[in-house]
């Protein structure tokens, strides 16, 4: 054996072990939950990172290239040479753009421990051959079949050599020799060229039907003579009765050595749609900004005084959902995620009271106080981090049950991924470029290939979230237009071109090293890799949240955008008034209860009517208060009909007067008393006259006053004392809240304080591990904690404070687990000792009765 194969590491432990700290720091980084918790040496941190939940996350992780590779390794010799792999994947045409993007490919599997080995012997991880490949039950995305050796493991000796001697090779003494031979031949570029070119023409149909996959057909008992040609000579191969297959060695050779029909080593670019100009696209996303801080504004004003009840299972109604949708003259599905919004940011929430309802929180009235920008900066930065997705609200979870909006089972960990993706690749593009839904989507999919499809056959779930992105972030005024806005830009903290012809944050157009540095983010280090944790995309692990300072640049940027709130209105003899822009909060209040909104857009358009204007008078206005406030805040005269309104509501306002009885009507006017008893309509509130100027009702004091101003009188409420009760509502407010904490995918990504003491930890628990020991025993051979009587303990840990050598010792704590260390003993004394323990690289005090025995290392 070479010096140079003794040398090869054998395992992936051991391959492990030639790293340097870097790099096991990056496989951490990649594989995040292979340090949850810290491994005890490099032997558990290979066994972990080879379990099958460990490689299925990550292989869900790589891109189309990546898994292309693994999947042709898959199918690949173990071990496999790098040149047999370009084989795989280039075929024997050659493919420049494969042969450009294979050597980065590899450094990154070698570096997530997907595949180990020097380019001469690559191994992939057992775990991931097994799941990747092919199987009659598990078919590989290649199409490609088993080979002629496992295919005829069933076969009988007699029915192979006939095959052997059909094809024109020469018998053989043993069935292995005559499988080898076999695959010799099909491997032949030459040879098989001959052998096909004897094939009938529907022999050859079949072979080109079966050659991409699936490589399994269906046979008679008795075949026609083109299939029992191809079977003859092995071309098909029976693996149950009627059922053949096409061994992979015969399509790969139809295919020209390729293992899949169109490798894709180059990410598909984001192309643009259509160009806009920045300050369109600004413009565009400030006016949606502030139509999306109006919408939340409303529908909390909706609730204020106490929202819906929360259902049993917990969230919102569908019959609550429509009617927050007509209150928001939008759909039910749009209405669903505004009010995921307004959760999200922390803005609603449950009370938490006996009949449980939806209210805003305390940290509304503190949003409301805020500058516009501000706000929206707060509903932009909780939408980016959030895992909740309106966009399942309608849907059934795993259970065939609906999901409802607010209610359990609509967090999804990757939704904060994908829409900072998107945005991500909008932001690649030059300022003001819209790129085309399909280009994004197309794009995602390379990206992350192997999540599956949801049940049912429907969408992947990760172009879903992509969708909504787009949609939402329209919504909210992060794009215009379809392109991403220069506070959209910040909000991700990047910064915008200077000018829109630059192309500022264009791909790399070759798609090579360079544009898959820019796709992650990273910078590509001197040999051309980028120094991304993934193989072309970060693989993020925890909610995206913005910092701080990149909400509060998107906010500055946005904040100019915004139009400037007005502090008048233009009244019109219809009874109606004219907001021409976004009105001064306490206009707009007083507004909004003196008048009825009837339209909005780009001016709001408010109805004076009997109701609204009682509903004012019931506020605590009077009419000269009202005729004051119009004169103030309008910029035409006050309209005769309107005052003429004013006037006539206040006049009948507070006339007759309720009360509690359970409750009671009076009036000084008799005759009003008469009408009311006399009126038909009147009879549901058994109304009885108890003196010529009180009426009496069973009923309460709230629905006799909905009563009767049903029936076009207009009472006021009055207390215990006769005063008249101003009925102004009072806020209802949950307790205090926090917004829902975002659930993340898996392990949070560690730090790098973290990843320096974990790989630290790792070295030196391995160095206990595999320090040679002087074998004094059978107790002290055989991988298990040394096991020495007390006395041997404190003689060995004294001989070796006076000697100053370090010992491997095991070790139980008070939990009870038990652990091997290397330390250096400084001091015994008082049934402890005192040593440098070379596994924590500190030092640490042991009680002698928990160590379990002692041993000497070997000399060297």
């Known amino acids: 054996m070479s010096p140079e194969a003794s040398s090869a590491p054998r395992s992936l432990a051991e391959a492990l072990r030639t790293r340097d700290d870097a790099s096991l720091g990056a496989l951490l980084r990649d594989r995040p939950?292979?340090?949850?918790?810290?491994?005890?040496?490099?032997?558990?941190?290979?066994?972990?990172?080879?379990?099958?939940?460990?490689?299925?996350?990550?292989?869900?992780?790589?891109?189309?290239?990546?898994?292309?590779?693994?999947?042709?390794?898959a199918i690949a010799p173990d071990p496999a040479t790098y040149d047999t792999l370009h084989e795989l994947l280039a075929g024997d045409d050659g493919d420049p753009a494969v042969t450009a993007a294979l050597p980065a490919t590899v450094a990154a599997l070698r570096r997530q421990a997907l595949i180990w080995g020097d380019d001469d012997r690559l191994h992939l991880v057992r775990t991931a051959r097994e799941l990747l490949a092919p199987s009659p039950q598990h078919p590989s995305p290649t199409g490609l079949g088993p080979t002629v050796r496992e295919a005829t493991s069933g076969m009988s000796p007699g029915r192979v050599q006939q095959i052997v001697n059909t094809a024109g090779l020469p018998s053989t003494h043993d069935p292995v020799s005559a499988v080898a031979a076999l695959t010799g031949l099909f491997t032949d570029r030459k040879r098989m060229a001959a052998l096909l070119a004897g094939a009938p023409e529907a022999a050859r149909e079949v072979l080109t039907r079966l050659?991409?996959?699936?490589?399994?057909?269906?046979?008679?008992?008795?075949?026609?003579?083109?299939?029992?040609?191809?079977?003859?000579?092995?071309?098909?191969?029976p693996t149950a009765p009627g059922t053949v297959v096409l061994p992979r060695e015969v399509a790969l050779h139809l295919r020209g050595g390729r293992a899949h029909r169109v490798p894709e080593p180059v990410p598909p670019a984001v192309e643009p749609s259509?160009?806009?100009?920045?300050?369109?696209?600004?413009?565009?996303?400030?006016?949606?900004?502030?139509?999306?801080?109006?919408?939340?504004?409303?529908?909390?004003?909706?609730?204020?005084?106490?929202?819906?009840?929360?259902?049993?299972?917990?969230?919102?109604?569908?019959?609550?959902?429509?009617?927050?949708?007509?209150a928001l003259d939008a759909p039910e599905p749009l209405a669903a995620f505004w009010v995921e919004l307004a959760y999200a940011a922390g803005l609603l929430a449950s009370d938490g009271a006996a009949d449980e309802r939806y209210a805003p929180t305390p940290a509304y009235d503190t949003w409301m106080e805020r500058p516009v920008a501000e706000r929206w900066g707060r509903l932009a930065a909780a939408w980016l981090a959030a895992t909740r997705t309106a966009g399942l609200v309608g849907g059934r979870d795993a259970k065939d049950r609906?999901?409802?909006?607010?209610?359990?089972?609509?967090?999804?960990?990757?939704?904060?991924?994908?829409?900072?993706?998107?945005?991500?690749?909008?932001?690649?593009?030059?300022?003001?470029?819209?790129?085309?839904?399909?280009?994004?989507?197309?794009?995602?999919?390379?990206?992350?290939?192997?999540?599956?499809?949801?049940?049912?056959?429907?969408?992947?779930?990760?172009?879903?979230?992509?969708?909504?992105?787009?949609?939402?972030?329209?919504?909210?005024?992060?794009?215009g237009r379809g392109a991403l806005s220069s506070h959209g830009r910040a909000l991700l903290g990047m910064a915008a071109a200077e000018d829109a012809d630059t192309g500022h944050g264009t791909?790399?157009?070759?798609?090579?090293?360079?544009?898959?540095?820019?796709?992650?983010?990273?910078?590509?280090?001197?040999?051309?890799?980028?120094?991304?944790?993934?193989?072309?995309?970060?693989?993020h692990t925890g909610p995206?949240?913005?910092?701080?300072?990149?909400?509060?640049?998107?906010?500055?940027?946005?904040?100019?955008?915004?139009?400037?709130?007005?502090?008048?209105?233009?009244?019109?003899?219809?009874?109606?008034?004219?907001?021409?822009?976004?009105?001064?909060?306490?206009?707009?209040?007083?507004?909004?209860?003196?008048?009825?909104?009837?339209?909005?857009?780009?001016?709001?358009?408010?109805?004076?009517?009997?109701?609204?204007?009682?509903?004012?008078?019931?506020?605590?206005?009077?009419?000269?208060?009202?005729?004051?406030?119009?004169?103030?805040?309008s910029r035409t005269p006050v309209p005769q009909p309107l005052a003429y309104l004013i006037d006539d509501v206040a006049r009948r306002h507070g006339h007759l007067r309720v009360g509690v009885a359970s409750a009671y009507v009076r009036c000084d006017d008799d005759a009003v008393l008469n009408e009311i008893i006399a009126d038909k309509r009147a009879a549901a509130l058994r109304l009885r006259r108890l003196a010529p100027t009180v009426l009496a009702a069973p009923c309460d004091p709230v629905t006799l006053l909905e009563g009767l101003r049903a029936l076009g009188y207009a009472p006021a409420a009055e207390s215990s004392q006769g005063d008249v009760l101003i009925t102004r509502a009072d806020a209802h407010r949950t307790?205090?809240?926090?917004?829902?904490?975002?659930?993340p995918e898996g392990p949070p990504s560690p730090d790098g304080v973290l990843l320096t003491a974990a790989v630290r930890a790792i070295r030196a628990g391995d160095l206990a591990a595999t320090t040679p020991r002087k074998t004094t025993g059978p107790e002290a051979t055989g991988g298990e904690l040394p096991r020495t009587s007390p006395a041997d303990t404190l003689a060995t840990m004294q001989a070796a404070v006076m000697t100053g050598e370090a010992v491997w010792i095991g070790y139980v704590n008070a939990d009870g687990a038990a652990s091997q260390r290397v330390v250096a003993p400084i001091r015994v004394e008082g049934g402890f000792v005192t040593a440098y323990d070379h596994t924590a690289d500190e030092v640490r005090t042991y009680p002698l009765h928990r160590i379990t025995g002692v041993a000497e290392l070997a000399d060297d």
Do not use: C
């Open 33 to 73: 939950d292979l340090i949850a918790p810290v491994p005890t040496d490099l032997t558990q941190l290979a066994t972990r990172a080879g379990t099958r939940a460990s490689v299925l996350r990550a292989l869900e992780h790589l891109d189309r290239f990546a898994l292309q590779t693994a999947q042709a390794l």
């Open 211 to 237: 050659m991409w996959g699936p490589p399994y057909g269906q046979v008679t008992a008795d075949p026609a003579a083109h299939l029992r040609w191809l079977l003859d000579r092995g071309l098909l191969l």
């Open 274 to 326: 259509v160009a806009h100009g920045r300050r369109i696209v600004d413009s565009t996303a400030a006016g949606q900004a502030y139509t999306a801080l109006a919408t939340i504004e409303e529908l909390l004003k909706h609730w204020d005084q106490g929202g819906p009840a929360v259902l049993r299972a917990g969230g919102l109604s569908v019959r609550d959902l429509k009617r927050a949708a007509v």
């Open 402 to 479: 609906a999901l409802s909006a607010l209610g359990p089972g609509l967090d999804r960990s990757a939704a904060p991924e994908v829409r900072h993706r998107v945005l991500t690749l909008l932001a690649e593009l030059p300022v003001g470029v819209a790129p085309a839904p399909d280009a994004v989507l197309n794009r995602l999919t390379w990206e992350r290939p192997l999540r599956a499809p949801q049940r049912g056959g429907t969408e992947d779930l990760r172009i879903r979230l992509a969708r909504w992105t787009l949609s939402e972030a329209e919504l909210l005024g992060v794009t």
């Open 507 to 539: 791909p790399h157009p070759g798609g090579g090293p360079a544009a898959h540095a820019l796709i992650d983010g990273h910078a590509p280090t001197a040999d051309g890799e980028s120094d991304a944790p993934a193989a072309d995309h970060p693989a």
């Open 544 to 633: 995206l949240t913005p910092t701080g300072q990149a909400t509060a640049t998107a906010v500055g940027l946005l904040a100019p955008l915004l139009p400037e709130p007005l502090d008048h209105v233009l009244l019109q003899a219809d009874l109606t008034a004219v907001a021409p822009g976004p009105l001064l909060r306490p206009l707009a209040e007083t507004l909004g209860v003196l008048a009825d909104v009837e339209s909005k857009g780009g001016a709001t358009v408010y109805r004076f009517t009997p109701a609204s204007v009682r509903r004012a008078l019931d506020a605590g206005q009077t009419a000269a208060d009202l005729h004051a406030f119009l004169a103030q805040h």
């Open 735 to 743: 307790p205090p809240r926090t917004a829902p904490e975002p659930v």
